[in-house]
């Protein structure tokens, strides 16, 4: 049976800040407290250095999902996140997208995250904290999860 790969989209699969790069600078002054809540910034990312081939290789080895959270505020976040999905991951992240403000809820064997909240922290399996000293990138995770297949 096949271990059970959660991994999280925002400075993860998907670099953040090259959204917040083609923001003009109204935009990012209007909304500098929560630039998460940008109508259509998770439209604009993307894909952080390596991940696409890193999830690419991952879904052939896990039972792997796109585990992360949108902004409540933000409506556009919920579809755009979809769409990211759709057209960066294409067939191997098909119905494997779940948006959540629990990660903890959801059961598997490792949580590929760069941060401890949202129920990261108390999520059942392995946090395998992306951009940590341990694990700075996408080669980093790839290589570790290569042994934890069985």
Known sequence: MQKI????MDNVLVDFASGIAQLPPEIVKKYSDNLDDVPGIFSLMDAMPGAIEAFSELATRFNTYI???APWENHSAWSDKLLWVKYHLGLPAYKR????HHKDLN????????????GADKFSGELILFGSERFPDWQAVTRYLRGKET
């Open 97 to 100: 997208l779940i948006l959540t």
């Open 5 to 8: 790969l959660y991994i999280d």
């Open 67 to 69: 585990l992360s959270t």
């Open 107 to 118: 059961r598997g064997d490792f949580l590929v995250d760069d941060r401890t909240k949202r």
